[in-house]
Every structure is written in C-alpha cells, then in structure tokens.
C-alpha cells in the first residue's frame, strides 16, 4: 500500500526556517517525481514544487523560488522541502503527492500544518 | 504560466440534479487534466485523470470531458456525498496549476 507521511510542520516566526519531510512507502521511491502542494486556510491548491525521481530536475511556483528547496533522499525514501525566509501567507498545509508522468498526481499525504506568524 | 480559469466558484444544487463544472486553460493542455475532490479536513481525491479517465473506485455518475482547452467535469445524478469542493488540475507544464475551485453545495 503507497503511504505518504508528512511531518515537520509547526509555527515559525516570519523570516525564520524550518524544513518538511515526507516519508514514503509501498513503492519503489527512487522511479517516481513527488511534489508539495499547499493549500491556506480557507483557500485553494496550490502547486508549490517538484522533484524528478531522480532528484536532478526540480520545479518551483514563483511565490517560493529562491526561498524554498525541495530535495529527496533516495536511500531513505523521504522528500523534504526546506522552507527558508517565511511569510505570513506561507501559512498553509503542505501536502506531498506522488507523480505518475502521465496522469499527474495519484497518492497524497495526509498533510501538514505550518503557521507563520509573530 | 498556464492559467486555469474554473466556473462557477460556487453553487448550490438539490441530490439528483446534473451537476457541470468547466475548466479552461489558458492555452492547449492537450488532455494533461485531472479532476479532485475535496471535503472539508480532507486530503483531496483524485476523481478523473488524463481528462475523461475515471480513477478506479470513483462512482460511475463522475464524468469528464474536453482537450486542448476546454473541459467539464459532469456529476449525472448528485448524491448527499458529492457535496464538496472540486479543483481541475492541469499538469501539461510547469508550474502545474490548479484552477480555483468549485464548491457545490445543497440548495
């Protein structure tokens, strides 16, 4: 069964760091490009980032290029998004979400919150 | 960037009515569409992928339609369930995007 954990969420003051983690299983990690989609309170989806399966080839929305890096840690089947330089409106659960080329995505996390706020 | 213009933004329908929700893309997305739903709290659910593929385990009154830029996500019959939040995706290109969302709610 394809599982997908999140973690790292939290509050965090604006400017400051902190970094997700997707924890992923019941596949074979390193042949699928995964994704973060976030989604505000209240709001819609939001594509954030995406990484191939191979960790060579990443994608970004321009609402977090140049403060947020997504990698992936193949021998440990886990994703990660290092979110630096916050705002307010990062403020969001991020959700990670498995990619099939053709048919986007299939599986997600059940998501985790971050609040950005003084 | 694509753009993906989805109406309405919100509704209000009865159990049994035909619901149709529209997607259009801001240029050709050839059938690079998904369809999900989602319910408050909850992880959003694939619905219909590559435009007009039902996922496996989706009821059969879930339908989809459309290529290049234009697509509709049709519910034949709503049932007490399908009252939710639906959100077109395409992912032709990056940066995928999503289009705003429809809520449908009971009238």
């Known amino acids: 069964e394809v599982q997908l954990l999140e973690s790292g969420g939290g509050l965090v003051q604006p400017g400051g760091s902190l970094r997700l983690s997707c924890a992923a299983s019941?596949?074979?990690?390193?042949?699928?490009?995964l994704s973060w989609v976030r989604q505000a309170p209240g709001r819609g989806l939001e594509w954030v980032s995406a990484?191939?399966?191979?960790?060579?080839?990443?994608y970004y929305a321009d609402s977090v290029k140049g403060r947020f890096t997504i990698s992936r840690d193949n021998s440990k089947n886990t994703l990660y998004l290092q979110m630096n330089s916050l705002r307010a409106e990062d403020t969001a659960v991020y959700f990670c979400?498995?990619?099939?080329?053709?048919?986007?995505?299939?599986?997600w996390g059940q998501g985790t919150l971050v609040t950005v706020s003084s | 960037d694509i753009q993906m213009t989805q109406s309405p933004s919100a509704m209000s329908a009865s159990v049994g009515d035909r619901v149709t929700i529209t997607c259009r893309a801001s240029?050709?997305?050839?059938?690079?569409l998904a369809w999900f739903q989602q319910r408050p709290g909850k992880v959003p659910k694939r619905l219909i992928y590559?435009?007009?593929s039902l996922q496996s385990g989706v009821p059969s009154r879930f339908s989809g339609s459309g290529s290049g830029t234009e697509f509709t996500l049709t519910i034949s019959s709503l049932q007490p369930e399908d009252f939710a939040t639906y959100y077109c995706?395409?992912?032709?290109?990056?940066?995928?995007?999503f289009g705003q969302g429809t809520k449908v709610e009971i009238k």
């Open positions: 979400a498995r990619i099939v080329v053709v048919t986007g995505f299939d599986y």
């Open positions: 019941g596949f074979t990690f390193r042949t699928y490009a």
């Open positions: 990484i191939s399966g191979s960790g060579g080839t990443t």
């Open positions: 240029q050709g997305i050839s059938n690079y």
């Open positions: 590559a435009a007009f």
């Open positions: 995706l395409q992912h032709n290109s990056y940066p995928w995007t």
